[in-house]
């Protein structure tokens, strides 16, 4: 049972930090966390994976931050020690980035999760100018994150999406090609607009029956990056098309990537950069209020939001 809860969390532990929370970002990994499908959480449980506030007590080893500044919270550790849906929370300063300009808490919340975990068409897949991208799932958060991204490194976003009603939208958020996977032949498509070759690089948030389709899609020598599983966690893969294309089928988890150094400092760099610029510009479909959390997790579980839903805490 999700319910809002009153707890009292003292003072910041050494290499800790406390933070006034302005606002929260839902995400996907909450509500596998919840279905149990990332283990049997112990209960009670804290949840939430991203926010954005400001610092307001600084733990003892703590370096480069002060009381006053904002902040938001690099997503990755255990959402039972350090859940990020509250009004006041501490956490690790070393998890902690500084909000590039004049970012509302809003923007901050909605950004690192989606842009971190997007920028595996860049730190996997290595996007390269006028190649085409798949990106499935597109209306989501980290799917309309894909789609700017590709556009910064000057490929062209085919985006996929179930019913035509968000069409418009991704077109306006600067897809260059929108499929509506209910009504066209997927695979058809993706040929028709790569002139054949299918496309190389396919960024996954649906698994189940679908792979099959995207590798039949894939150009030779692709990469099918797979970071959801939406439609359901087993998929049956045609191995023949796989070997004989020599493709790429990867698993992308954005903490464990991110768990490498380099790769790190490289796409904290990349969304810092495209954040500070304006080129990354998170879209927040809807914002709730804090007592009404049940509700907006149901209204991300209902696939009617285009962007990110944001819940304010402040």
């Known amino acids: 049972m999700l319910r809002v809860d009153h707890l009292e969390i003292g003072a910041p532990q050494p290499g800790e930090v406390r933070i006034s929370v302005g606002a929260i970002g839902l995400n996907r990994v909450e509500c596998m966390f919840r279905h149990g499908l990332m283990g049997r959480p112990k209960l009670p449980s804290r949840i939430g994976y991203e926010a954005a506030g400001i610092i307001d007590a600084i733990g003892t080893d703590v370096e480069g931050f002060a009381a006053g500044d904002k902040v938001a919270l690099l997503p990755g550790l255990s959402m039972e020690e350090y859940g990020a849906c509250a009004d006041t929370v501490l ?22 999760m989606q842009y971190l975990t997007a920028y595996a068409i860049v730190g996997v897949a290595n996007a390269q100018r006028d190649e085409p991208i798949v990106i499935t799932a597109a209306s989501s958060s980290v799917g309309l994150a894909a789609i700017e991204i590709a556009n910064l490194m000057g490929a062209v976003p085919i ?43 396919i960024f996954d948030a649906v698994a189940g029956d679908t792979v099959a389709s995207l590798v039949e899609a894939a150009a030779a020598g692709g990469i099918v990056i797979v970071y ?87």
């Open 159 to 201: 985006a996929v999406t179930r019913t035509r009603t968000k069409v418009a939208a991704l077109l306006d958020h600067g897809a260059r090609h929108v499929i509506v996977s209910d009504e066209d032949n997927l695979v058809e498509r993706i040929r028709n607009l790569t002139a054949g070759k299918g496309a190389r690089v």
């Open 91 to 112: 956490y690790p300063a070393n998890m902690l980035i500084k909000q590039p300009g004049n970012l509302s808490a809003e923007v901050a919340a909605a950004a690192w």
């Open 228 to 314: 959801g599983a939406l439609a359901g966690a087993v998929s049956t893969l045609p191995l023949p098309q796989i070997m004989l294309k020599g493709l790429t089928i990867r698993g992308y988890a954005m903490n464990d990537f991110m768990a490498d150094a380099k790769n790190r400092c490289r796409a904290l760099e990349f969304v810092y950069f495209g954040l500070g610029t304006g080129k990354l510009n998170p879209i927040i479909d809807r914002v709730f209020a804090l007592e009404d959390i049940v509700e907006a997790y149901r209204y991300l579980e209902s696939n009617a939001q285009v962007g990110k839903v944001i819940v304010r805490a402040g």
